[in-house]
């Protein structure tokens, strides 16, 4: 038996399996989404087989940027990804920088931070589709009752329903629901710092402000970038909440995911599989720079 064959022959065949189910479950079945999102199959009959399906290459992801449909969902893409990330990144950073000190009743405050988190997406949606209620006046309910009650009747508004930044209505459950595991990831972060850093900066006569600025901070980037790519790729594909909230054919809140959904739903298979792929580049566009980064620091 050959050498390399005894070398990584046992290996391969431990792997085999994971290997076999990635290569079909994963990248076949990408494999067949780009194929699908290459022919002109937008009707049933094509769908199921009755009329034939021809090759088109790119014109279905041409004909879904040449429409105002599609760039508004993009757009609203941009805006909820940003709103989404920027709240749960700013929210979460700050609430693990006051529980990473001696706090009396801190364990309670993590266990409520983190709670929104147990919630599904679905369930969460729900409550907040009563909470930002459109409605005005006598007939407001939800955030806008509140604030009548309260006598901020100015802060009343549409929220979701607003044509063009109602998305970022939406953002702030998805805010609610994942600072707290942004917290959690800093918090582990902040706790990871070796004591002995901490000693010698103040030893050094660094202030505490100074101490975070030049020691802690510096050493949180693995912790920022992991969060900015798992929030930044789960807003990108965020769909149930959003459905939750909204509806499929409501204009206003309308996302490539949401696009997919209803492409799909009419029998409209290449424009669904031309949705897809086009968040799945999106998505690897922000992931693998990350990916490479990381192999590059492990090298070292």
């Given at each position: 038996?050959?050498?390399?064959?005894?070398?990584?022959?046992?290996?391969?065949?431990?792997?085999?399996?994971?290997?076999?189910?990635?290569?079909?479950?994963?990248?076949?079945?990408?494999?067949?989404?780009?194929?699908?999102?290459?022919?002109?199959?937008?009707?049933a009959a094509q769908a199921n087989g009755r009329q034939p399906v021809?090759?088109?290459?790119?014109?279905?992801?041409?004909?879904?940027?040449?429409?105002?449909?599609?760039?508004?969902?993009?757009?609203?893409?941009?805006?909820?990804?940003?709103?989404?990330?920027?709240?749960?990144?700013?929210?979460?950073?700050?609430?693990?920088?006051?529980?990473?000190?001696?706090?009396?009743?801190?364990?309670?405050?993590?266990?409520?931070?983190?709670?929104?988190?147990?919630?599904?997406?679905?369930?969460?949606?729900?409550?907040?589709?009563w909470l930002l209620n459109s409605n005005q006046g006598e007939n407001?309910?939800?955030?806008?009752?509140?604030?009548?009650?309260?006598?901020?009747?100015?802060?009343?508004?549409?929220?979701?329903?607003?044509?063009?930044?109602?998305?970022?209505?939406?953002?702030?459950?998805?805010?609610?629901?994942?600072?707290?595991?942004?917290?959690?990831?800093?918090?582990?972060?902040?706790?990871?710092?070796?004591?002995?850093?901490?000693?010698?900066?103040?030893?050094?006569?660094?202030?505490?402000?100074?101490?975070?600025?030049?020691?802690?901070?510096?050493?949180?980037?693995?912790?920022?970038?992991?969060?900015?790519?798992?929030?930044?790729?789960?807003?990108?594909?965020?769909?149930?909440?959003?459905?939750?909230?909204?509806?499929?054919?409501?204009?206003?809140?309308?996302?490539?995911?949401?696009?997919?959904?209803?492409?799909?739903?009419?029998?409209?298979?290449?424009?669904?599989?031309a949705v897809g792929t086009i968040l799945l580049l999106v998505i690897?566009?922000?992931?693998?720079?990350?990916?490479?980064?990381?192999?590059?620091?492990?090298?070292?």
């Open positions: 038996m050959p050498a390399s064959l005894r070398r990584y022959g046992p290996p391969l065949l431990l792997i085999s399996p994971s290997l076999i189910l990635v290569g079909v479950f994963v990248y076949l079945l990408i494999a067949q989404n780009l194929w699908m999102a290459s022919t002109d199959n937008h009707t021809a090759f088109v290459f790119l014109q279905n992801y041409i004909d879904l940027f040449s429409t105002q449909a599609f760039r508004h969902s993009m757009s609203n893409l941009l805006l909820f990804t940003a709103a989404f990330l920027v709240g749960a990144m700013a929210i979460g950073f700050v609430w693990a920088w006051l529980l990473e000190r001696p706090l009396a009743g801190g364990r309670f405050f993590q266990t409520v931070y983190l709670f929104p988190m147990a919630i599904s997406f679905v369930a969460s949606g729900v409550v907040w589709r407001a309910s939800g955030l806008n009752r509140l604030f009548q009650m309260v006598g901020l009747d100015f802060l009343q508004n549409p929220w979701w329903n607003n044509i063009t930044f109602g998305i970022l209505a939406i953002a702030l459950p998805a805010v609610w629901q994942l600072s707290g595991y942004v917290m959690a990831l800093f918090l582990a972060g902040f706790r990871g710092v070796p004591d002995e850093l901490r000693e010698a900066a103040r030893v050094d006569g660094a202030t505490e402000m100074q101490m975070y600025r030049h020691v802690i901070f510096p050493q949180l980037t693995p912790v920022l970038m992991s969060a900015l790519v798992i929030i930044a790729h789960m807003s990108l594909k965020s769909f149930d909440l959003i459905m939750s909230i909204s509806k499929p054919a409501n204009y206003q809140t309308k996302v490539p995911a949401v696009d997919m959904f209803v492409f799909k739903s009419s029998y409209d298979y290449a424009n669904a599989a690897a566009v922000l992931i693998v720079p990350y990916l490479i980064h990381q192999s590059r620091e492990r090298r070292r």
